[in-house]
């Protein structure tokens, strides 16, 4: 607003200097010209009147009168003869000299130019004058500003506000109330047809829809605890059901896997029968032979018939026969023992110090009679310096259970050759890995994927229980608190890595005794 008013006031300021020098200055020139003092006083002072006018001066050529008011009351310099008006403006003031001239009354002579009016305009009067007008303009403005908000709030407080307060207080009062029973009416907005009307009569309908679907949700509600309580009844019978099937189930499960040691323990027996009839026959056969030549010896030597030659030759097959006695008989007693082992931890669960190697070495044996008429070799690698304390009877079923699932699925029930390696490595003081591998038919994926899962077999029709693997796994993560990681491909055999875990408590090493 400053800047606007400034151009305005200038050209004012303008005008009205230029309307002084038209009006006034002759009528200071006339009373100048007849030495009319106070005449000449008053008309510079009627000049000096106007607002845009700071200063007013008034010389005489001739030096006998000199004026000067406003801001030039202290400016006493002569103003030199000037010929036409002149006018100048700088950042002080704008100011006018314009010459006193009297015309002649006869044609043809000369006017008189008898002095000089100055008329002075300080710039500081129109920036008063902007200052006073913008505050004046502030002023009317904050009134009119205060005045409009006012209007506006009362606007506001009767046009919307109280229809808002009403409509607020409305549905406060009825939206949780969804009864039936209870009409929703208020006749101050009810009577309305702006957009707080349309709102109230829209609430009043949502309302109602509301309402309706309480209703629904009510008897659906008892429609719903019904079917649940009906449900819940049908749940509970076949959850008991389930409870029994499942107490079957596990009867059924203990009872496999009982079956399954039973089994390995039937051909540790027939293994005890196969192994040990060959040594015992040897024996047997050797003692009938000593039998026979000591009849003869006898009857040689009861028919005086019984010579030197003839009785060395009777000690040398006395020796011979005690040598293929004791050779067989040890040997007999060697693999008793073993398989009395194997047995024994078997049907244990009590931790030992075993030798690694030598106890693979017994369970293979154990498992002669199932691999002799096959052509699958079992490589026994473990290396013979591992001596650990384990359950061992854990040790052997996870050992046979692996040798017979590859003896069946592997080698299609030993009908194809093939090699079965053992291998392990401790790896600390706490625990070492078991490896078994062979290089039989191999599983797909589908297979791989089941192979933990108690039941799962792809041998159902020919007998399999589909739990030696399930066993394997329990035994190593449950019993042996180790873990293990079987991959296979089809075609390309298997491997079983086992991290075993050792007991911290070592028992002391148990000698093996023979029967």
Not at 224 to 233: F, G, K
Request: net charge negative; proline share 3%.
């Amino acid at each position: 607003m400053y800047w606007a008013l400034q151009p305005v006031l200038e050209r004012t300021r303008a005008h009205n200097v230029a309307a002084a020098i038209d009006n006034l200055a002759i009528l200071v020139t006339q009373s100048l010209w007849v030495y009319n003092e106070t005449g000449t006083v008053d008309a510079a002072n009627a000049i000096l009147r106007d607002q845009f006018i700071s200063g007013v001066s008034v010389n005489d050529h001739s030096g006998l009168f000199n004026y000067s008011g406003g801001d030039l009351a202290d400016f006493a310099a002569q103003v030199p003869r000037l010929a036409a008006p002149i006018q100048t403006q700088n950042d002080a003031a704008l100011t006018a000299w314009v010459p006193l001239i009297v015309e002649a009354e006869g044609a043809g002579e000369q006017n008189f130019n008898i002095g000089t009016l100055q008329i002075r305009s300080d710039n500081g009067l129109i920036r008063q004058q902007v200052n006073e007008l913008t505050q004046i303009s502030l002023s009317v403005s904050v009134v009119v500003f205060v005045l409009l908000q006012f209007l506006f709030y009362f606007l506001v407080r009767q046009l919307i506000a109280k229809p808002v307060e009403l409509f607020t207080l409305h549905v406060q009062t009825y939206a949780a109330d969804l009864s039936p029973e209870t009409v929703a009416i208020t006749p101050a907005l009810q009577q309305r047809s702006d957009e707080i009307g349309r709102l109230y009569e829209i609430f009043n309908v949502q309302r109602q829809s509301l309402i309706e679907q309480n209703v629904s949700l009510v008897e659906y509600r008892h429609r719903l605890e019904q079917l649940v309580s009906r449900r819940t009844s049908e749940l509970s019978t076949a959850n008991a059901t389930l409870v029994d099937s499942l107490e079957k189930l596990k009867t059924a499960q203990t009872e496999l896997i009982r079956s399954e040691k039973m089994a390995s323990l039937g051909i540790l027996v027939s293994g005890i029968a196969h192994e040990v009839n060959t040594p015992l026959g040897v024996a047997i056969t050797a003692a009938s032979h000593l039998k026979e030549e000591m009849r003869i010896t006898q009857q040689c030597l009861a028919g005086n018939q019984l010579t030197r030659s003839g009785f060395e030759g009777f000690l040398a097959e006395c020796h011979e026969t005690e040598t293929l006695l004791s050779r067989n008989l040890n040997r007999a007693a060697t693999l008793i023992q073993s398989f009395k082992n194997i047995a024994v931890d078997q049907a244990s669960d009590q931790a030992r110090l075993i030798n690694l190697h030598g106890y693979v070495d017994e369970i293979v044996m154990s498992l002669r009679p199932k691999l002799k008429h096959t052509e699958i070799e079992v490589l026994n690698r473990v290396p013979k310096t591992i001596n650990l304390s384990i359950a061992p009877g854990a040790l052997a079923q996870i050992i046979t259970n692996l040798i017979l699932n590859s003896l069946i699925h592997g080698f299609q029930d030993g009908t194809r050759a093939g090699q079965i390696t053992l291998d392990a490595a401790q790896q600390s003081k706490d625990g070492f890995s078991l490896v078994y591998q062979d290089n039989g038919a191999g599983m797909t994926p589908e297979v791989l994927a089941h192979i933990y899962d108690p039941f799962y077999t792809t041998r159902r029709s020919t007998g399999g229980s589909g739990l030696g693997m399930n066993i394997v796994y329990n035994l190593v993560t449950s019993k042996l608190l180790g873990q293990i990681k079987t991959t296979s491909q089809l075609g390309q055999g298997l491997e079983i890595v086992m991290a075993i875990k050792l007991l911290h408590e070592r028992p002391p090493y148990r000698e093996e005794n023979a029967l």
